[in-house]
Structure formats: structure tokens, C-alpha cells
Nanobody, 120 residues
Framework: QVQLVESGGGLVQAGGSLRLSCAAS????????MRWYRQAPGKQRELVAA???????NYVDSVKGRFTISRDNAKNTVYLQMNSLKPEDTAVYYC??????????????WGQGTQVTVSP
């Protein structure tokens, strides 16, 4: 099977920075797109950023210029560097990856989520 484990969340003041990591492990042959989502209390989960295996990226408008998604394919890890954080960035952040397993099955996997809290 495949597991995604996130780390790096926490409490930070507005204007501060955090770096999230998400490491995939298990029966992995390759990983296609990797993404970061977030879900604030009472709101729907939203896509924050995505990166292809070739390194092409996309961001939701609200984080453009502040967040940077990157990946290390050798480590099967995706990162989210978050700068100039705002209270409205407070949410549980989830990573998601499209994984080709060694049995050739392609499936989407989710991490357990990491809390990011930005105080005013």
C-alpha cells in the first residue's frame, strides 16, 4: 500500500512563514501530480496548489505570490512553502498524490492532514 505523511504545521503569527512537507512511501512505481488542499472550519476543502511530475505548478489566486509548491522526486516528497501568512490561511492542510503502484494500479492517496493556525 501507499502512505502519505504530512509534517510542518503549527501556530504562527500573521506575516510569518511555515513549510509543509508530505512524504509518500510504500509500493510506489511513480507519482504523477501532487497537490495541497486545505479545509477551514465550516468550509469546503479547496485546492491550494498543484505540481506535475515535470514541475509545472498551479495555485489558487488567494495564495499566488505567497506560497510555493515544490517536489523532490527522488524522495517522493512534496513541499509547500508558505510566506506572508494571513489569518484566513488557517485550515487543516492535506496533501494528495496520484500514485502508480508497483502492481501498475493508479490511485489517488491522501495524507492525514496537518493543522496550520495563523494568529492576527
Amino acid at each position: 500500500q501507499v502512505q502519505l505523511v504530512e509534517s510542518g504545521g503549527g501556530l504562527v503569527q500573521a506575516g510569518g512563514s511555515l513549510r509543509l512537507s508530505c512524504a509518500a512511501s510504500g509500493t510506489i512505481f511513480s507519482i504523477n501530480d501532487m497537490r495541497w488542499y486545505r479545509q477551514a472550519p465550516g468550509k469546503q476543502r479547496e485546492l491550494v496548489a498543484a505540481i506535475t511530475s515535470a514541475g509545472n505548478t498551479n495555485y489558487v489566486d488567494s495564495v499566488k505570490g505567497r506560497f510555493t509548491i515544490s517536489r523532490d522526486n527522488a524522495k517522493n516528497t512534496v513541499y509547500l512553502q508558505m510566506n506572508s501568512l494571513k489569518p484566513e490561511d488557517t485550515a487543516v492542510y492535506y496533501c494528495n498524490a496520484d500514485v502508480r503502484r508497483t502492481d501498475w494500479r493508479l490511485s489517488s492517496y491522501w495524507g492525514q492532514g496537518t493543522q496550520v493556525t495563523v494568529s492576527p
